[in-house]
């Protein structure tokens, strides 16, 4: 492994929102390599739960959950962590509307799988 990128999240404190499991783990091993400090919510509502007392740096949050969508749990974190980098995943192939986007605060789009 590149000796640059080794403990390139060091201090970093990252949340993953996604009701998925497997993709969860996958994520989370591949950011703990690089020496961040994460954590898994597996819906939108605990993820809110998690940052009324935990500051995060960065919010991966899944498109498709149950109950609540990922667009509408990062409008509710961008409130309660206004400087927090947010990031949707999802599989869907369908374009994502730029207004709802910034609407939401979300930093960037990323495609599943990755």
Known sequence: MNDNIVGFFEGIKILIVENDMSVATVLKEMLELQ??????????????DFCKDNFFHIVFTDLKMPEMSGLETAKHIRKLLPHAFIFLLTGVVQKIHESALAESGIYQVIHKPF
């Open 35 to 48: 020496s961040a400090q994460v954590f898994i919510a597996e819906s939108g509502q605990h993820a809110l």
